[in-house]
């Protein structure tokens, strides 16, 4: 095997390539909501509180995976990330469809004007480093949600995140989907609640024995909830609740992934 590259890329720049792959082996290894509970859950959320739900902001869309789901049930979708490479896979899902769109910037900025009825995020925020750039990219939700509009997106918990860096180190997993094979692992770093995805991937090209070699570095934070609660009170935001992994029971010592409730 001939193996070319090996300078680190940015984050989400070459993991898109396999993304949608590793997406379902996480989800299942992790106990992650799949896409379409995900959408269950938005949707009764917006039937309680959000109102007539048309126009969807999907922050830090990805490959697109909710984008689609949502776009197939007959939502306005825009998907907004900072990564061309996941824009690209995403922009496959949804070529042809009027009522979807895709938008590149980073948070905490959001390069829209418009206002949404909803804005959703999933498996992202997770990546914002600090308190400050938490609350820009809550305020500029907050400016783009109309009154009484949802915000709804996920986090990590710490107990969550250390599971993962037990059970990807010292040894890497390794995930393969035709032509591309990643090997993940997930380490502490030595400041308390942040922690480093490392990803070292390979992809074959087509009708050849070589692969392209490519590695990237993710950081991964994980907030007590108070913190991101009063973050979002600071926004403006109000009724804000945190629930267990995208269902309607409460957190608990076993909670994966704690999902965020707020309104405009
Ligand atoms: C784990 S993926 C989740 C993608 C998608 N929401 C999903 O559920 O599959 C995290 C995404 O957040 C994006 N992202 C991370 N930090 C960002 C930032 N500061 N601004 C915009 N996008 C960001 C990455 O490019 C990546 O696509």
């Known amino acids: 095997m001939l193996a070319q590259g090996h300078e680190p890329s940015l984050p989400y720049s070459f993991l898109p390539e396999g993304y949608d792959a590793a997406d379902v082996w996480c989800v299942d290894k992790f106990r992650l909501a799949p896409r379409s509970q995900v959408a269950d859950f938005v949707q009764e959320i917006w039937k309680e509180r959000g109102g007539q739900v048309d126009k969807v902001l ?23 990330d900072r990564s061309a490479a996941q824009l690209r896979q995403a922009e496959r899902k949804i070529r042809g469809q009027e009522r979807a769109r895709l938008v590149r910037s980073e948070l905490p900025a959001i ?6 009825d909803a804005v959703v995020s999933t498996g992202a925020l997770v990546h914002l480093p600090n308190d400050v ?3 820009r990219t809550f305020e500029n939700v907050h ?13 990590y918990t710490k107990r969550h995140a250390e599971s993962l860096a037990t ?9 393969e989907d035709g032509p591309f094979t990643l090997l993940m692992s997930i380490t502490r770093t030595a400041i308390e609640g942040t922690y480093n995805w490392h990803g070292l991937m390979y992809l074959r090209e087509e009708n050849s024995q070589v692969y392209v070699r490519r590695s990237e570095t993710h950081q ?11 973050l979002g009170a600071r926004a403006g935001f109000r009724d804000i ?24």
Request: hydrophobic letters at 40%; charged letters at 20%; aromatic letters at 12%.
């Open 167 to 175: 059970y990807t180190t010292p040894t890497a997993r390794v995930i």
């Open 133 to 135: 750039t938490l609350l």
């Open 241 to 264: 609740e945190v629930f267990d992994n995208f269902t309607r029971q409460p957190t608990g010592s076993q909670t994966v992934c704690e999902t965020y409730v707020m309104v405009r």
């Open 111 to 116: 390069a829209l004007e418009e206002q949404f």
């Open 58 to 80: 999907d922050l830090c869309c990805g490959s697109g995976l909710l984008l689609r789901e949502l776009l197939q049930r007959g939502y306005d979708v825009t998907g907004l």
């Open 220 to 230: 991964l934070y994980a907030w007590p909830q108070e913190q991101i609660a009063g």
């Open 143 to 155: 400016r783009l949600l109309r009154p009484g509009g949802t915000f709804v997106f996920d986090m």
